[in-house]
């Protein structure tokens, strides 16, 4: 499975930005995928993710009402839609997914990691 996220950029406070993570390879069994970021400086931190065979979603309090993840399984594509963007949301983003259970605060459970796109927020 690989995973490869792209639309990261800079943004003012107050803005909007999508991510979206393409998958390829058995991505067909996954499970949950995820949004992760990580400060410079920081610890990883599960941001949301969506668990594929109910689409059920989860989101760290921090950006609750803010980040909306979404996922297009025709086009193997997660996307992760953030608005209302402030200072401290300004990390590297990454997209995970796991072929098992796996605990959006646990970022060891899950298997796949993409790259990263950077988010700055001024």
Known sequence: ???????GGSVQAGGSLGLSCSGS???YNMNRMAWFRQAPG??????????????????ADSVKGRFTISHDNAENTVWLQ?????PEDTAMY????????ARL???????Y?????????S
């Open 94 to 101: 990454y997209c995970a997914a796991s072929p098992s259970f």
């Open 25 to 27: 390879g058995h991505t």
């Open 42 to 59: 920081k610890e990883r931190e599960g941001v949301a993710s969506i668990f594929l065979p109910a689409r059920i979603t989860s989101y």
């Open 1 to 7: 499975v690989q995973l490869v996220e792209s639309g």
């Open 113 to 121: 990691w993409g790259q990263g796109t950077q988010v700055t927020v």
């Open 82 to 86: 953030m608005n209302s963007l402030k």
């Open 105 to 111: 605060t646990v970022p060891s459970d899950f298997l």
